[in-house]
């Protein structure tokens, strides 16, 4: 079975400094990974994506993304955070077991970007 | 412009009344997804469709029933049986295919509160 961890339901930064928000994955096989980010009152939104190839990957709004196998980790980063940072972090791994193009989401990182 | 649009955006229910949320979307993708939020536990999946005339329950489907007459829609009915329906409620759309993995495109979400 697949499952996705986000082990810090609230995580502050000051503006400028990098940040860091957590996410473990637990698959039988090759992982999908995914992030998605949503304001207040809104829809998700995709962010990045890793299926295969380098362990860095870049996505929208100057965020990045580390797939570390050995940790099974895939922690969402940014160089130097924005207040207009402040939402709603999930994390997503693809589900196999349903055969279908299933995401399992994990329980969100609530993200807050201090002026 | 292509997208996925859920309606209404706030939805009141009366007790032992079934309503209807819609989500209709243009971007001819195949499968489309129902999910329910709650504070603090993520995104939890109501049922999903990967083909027209064709549909799945997920992990919560007790209380809701969905149709999938044509590709481009997808609505979800909350019956009275769901005897804890206030929740925002969030449908996306993806491309399905046997190799191919792209992430969801998410609606903008309909609240439902029972009053």
């Known amino acids: 079975a697949q499952s996705v961890a986000q082990p810090e339901d609230q995580v502050n930064v000051a503006e400028g400094n990098p940040l860091t928000v957590k996410c473990t994955y637990s698959v039988s096989g090759n992982p999908y990974l995914f992030w998605y980010v949503q304001y207040p009152n809104r829809g998700l939104q995709f962010l990045l994506k890793?299926?295969?190839?380098?362990?860095l990957v870049k996505g929208s709004y100057g965020f990045e993304a580390e797939f570390n196998k050995s940790q099974t980790s895939f922690h969402l980063k940014k160089p130097s955070a924005l207040v207009s940072d402040s939402a709603l972090y999930f994390c997503?791994?693809?589900?196999?077991?349903?055969?279908?193009?299933?995401?399992?989401f994990g329980t969100g990182t609530r993200l807050t970007v201090i002026p | 412009d292509g997208g996925i649009t859920q309606s209404p955006k706030y939805l009141f229910r009366k007790e032992g009344q079934n309503v209807t949320l819609s989500c209709e979307q243009n971007l001819n993708h195949d499968a489309m997804y129902w999910y329910r939020q709650d504070p603090g536990q993520g995104l939890r999946l109501i049922y999903y469709s990967q083909i027209v005339n064709d549909f799945q329950k997920g992990d919560i489907a007790e209380g809701y029933s969905v149709s999938r007459e044509k590709k481009e829609s997808f609505p979800l009915t909350v019956t009275s049986a769901q005897k804890n329906p206030t929740a925002f409620y969030l449908c996306a759309s993806s491309i399905t295919s046997g190799t191919g993995i792209s992430g969801y495109t998410f609606g903008s979400g309909t609240r439902l509160t029972v009053v």
């Open positions: 890793y299926i295969t190839g380098d362990n």
């Open positions: 997503a791994v693809r589900d196999i077991g349903t055969g279908a193009n299933n995401l399992f």
